[in-house]
């Protein structure tokens, strides 16, 4: 007899960004920030990779 599933998909997007900070701490604050307000947004061209998780219900 067939079981029922959930599929959960994954999909990871993955950008490199450049920054100029004092330290590794203040330039992923200053990223994220950019991040948060929209200046660094992830689309297609992003696309690194896709996973798939199936659970029975």
């Known amino acids: 007899m067939a079981k ?4 959960t998909i994954t999909e990871t997007l993955k ?3 450049d920054v100029t900070a004092e330290s ?3 330039a992923e604050q200053i990223v994220g920030d950019e ?3 929209g200046k660094h947004i992830l689309t297609a061209d992003d696309f690194i ?3 798939f ?3 029975t219900i």
């Open 24 to 26: 590794k701490e203040a």
């Open 15 to 17: 950008r490199t960004v």
């Open 53 to 55: 998780e199936a659970n």
């Open 4 to 7: 029922k599933y959930r599929v």
């Open 35 to 37: 991040w948060y307000s």
């Open 49 to 51: 990779g896709v996973e």
